[in-house]
């Protein structure tokens, strides 16, 4: 009896899965990292206040190239459907 088997090889999707995944899996040790000079000029304190605003500051850094990137690729997305209804 013969059957149709799918191709058990990995695919694009599974892979851009698997990595999805395992980012939202490093986010949480992500979202504390601080470089060590941070580190050592708060520690030696005991402002925990002024650790947190750091550390709020370090995440504020970080969003703003994200952000620029998608509002960038936003631009390109809707330049070319533009583009293609043009054609159409």
Same mark, same amino acid.
């Given at each position: 009896?013969?059957t149709n %088997? ?5 695919t694009f999707s599974?892979f851009k899965?698997?990595a ?8 949480p040790?992500?979202? %504390?990292?601080q470089?060590a000079m941070?580190? $050592?000029?708060l %520690?030696?304190?005991g402002? @925990? $206040? %002024? $650790?947190q605003?750091?550390n ?5 850094l970080m969003?703003?190239p994200?952000?620029?990137i998608?509002?960038i690729?936003?631009y ?5 459907q533009?583009?293609k209804?043009q @054609? @159409?």
């Amino acid at each position: 009896m013969h059957t149709n %088997q799918m191709n058990s090889a990995p695919t694009f999707s599974s892979f851009k899965s698997f990595a999805i995944l395992a980012m939202m899996m490093l986010m949480p040790m992500l979202g %504390q990292a601080q470089c060590a000079m941070c580190r $050592a000029a708060l %520690q030696s304190g005991g402002d @925990t $206040a %002024q $650790a947190q605003a750091v550390n709020d500051g370090i995440v504020y850094l970080m969003v703003i190239p994200y952000i620029l990137i998608a509002a960038i690729g936003f631009y390109v997305y809707k330049s070319r459907q533009k583009k293609k209804r043009q @054609t @159409t």
